[in-house]
């Protein structure tokens, strides 16, 4: 019973290509998130969706399209990858996107894409 | 200045020992902390929240310094399953998104 799934779990492509990762999550939470980690192991946010609407666009490449068709899906679909997208990206939710108190999220397995 | 700065180590101990992570945090306002873990080639998973009051979880206690912006984690008796990276995690002040705002992570290997 897998709380956040993402897939695939690898995927290997040429420059150039266009990619989707595929997350969801059971958990019956409000927000979801995207998350790049990179070579030097650094995880940043890179989106947030909140029932399905955008709350957090960080400075991403326009290349980078996240779409949520429902509050248990968010899809991040990559055009024309480029060399410097390797990295590991990230799924993530939880309860809820603000608040008074700590709130947990919770990960995915991550997918390590690798552009060649 | 990094809004979450850590040392990245690596930390390498025996087992048993006892070894503490020191994090700085960059925004006054920042509103919740967290201590996350992530095994090698694995995502990262909540180890414990941390509470200006000062919290325990077992071997593990976690300490909030908020007039010096200042978070850390103690771990006693190291074991060979604590080996992993430890991140230091912050969120932004009430009424944001919260999104979570990592360190780059401090390294932790346990020898036996």
């Known amino acids: 019973d897998t709380a956040v799934s993402q897939t695939p779990k690898y995927l290997v492509t040429q420059m150039g290509n266009d990619k989707s990762i595929k997350c969801e999550q059971n958990l019956g939470h409000d927000t979801m998130y995207w998350y790049k980690q990179d070579s030097k192991k650094f995880l940043k946010i890179m989106f947030s969706?909140?029932?399905?609407?955008?709350?957090i666009n960080e400075t991403v490449p326009n290349r980078f399209s996240p779409k949520s068709p429902d509050k248990a899906h968010l899809n991040l679909h990559i055009n024309s990858l480029e060399l410097g997208d390797s990295a590991v990206y990230f799924c993530?939710?939880?309860?809820?996107?603000?608040?008074?108190?700590?709130?947990?999220?919770?990960f995915g397995p991550g997918t390590r894409l690798t552009v060649l | 200045r990094k809004e979450v700065e850590q040392d990245p180590g690596p930390f390498n101990v025996p087992e048993g020992a006892t070894v503490a992570f020191n994090c700085t945090y960059s925004?006054?306002?920042?509103?919740?902390f967290f201590w996350y873990r992530q095994d090698c080639r694995k995502e990262p998973k909540l180890l414990m929240s941390v509470y200006s009051s000062g919290n325990e979880d077992g071997r593990f206690t976690a300490q909030l310094n908020r007039a010096s912006q200042y978070i850390s984690l103690l771990i006693r008796d190291s074991k060979l399953s604590d080996s992993a990276t430890y991140l230091c995690?912050?969120?932004?002040?009430?009424?944001?998104?919260?999104?979570?705002?990592f360190g780059s992570g401090t390294q932790l290997t346990v020898l036996p």
């Open positions: 993530a939710s939880s309860r809820d996107w603000r608040g008074a108190g700590p709130d947990t999220q919770y």
């Open positions: 925004n006054s306002a920042s509103q919740s």
């Open positions: 969706y909140n029932n399905k609407e955008l709350i």
């Open positions: 995690v912050v969120t932004p002040p009430s009424g944001s998104a919260r999104q979570l705002t």
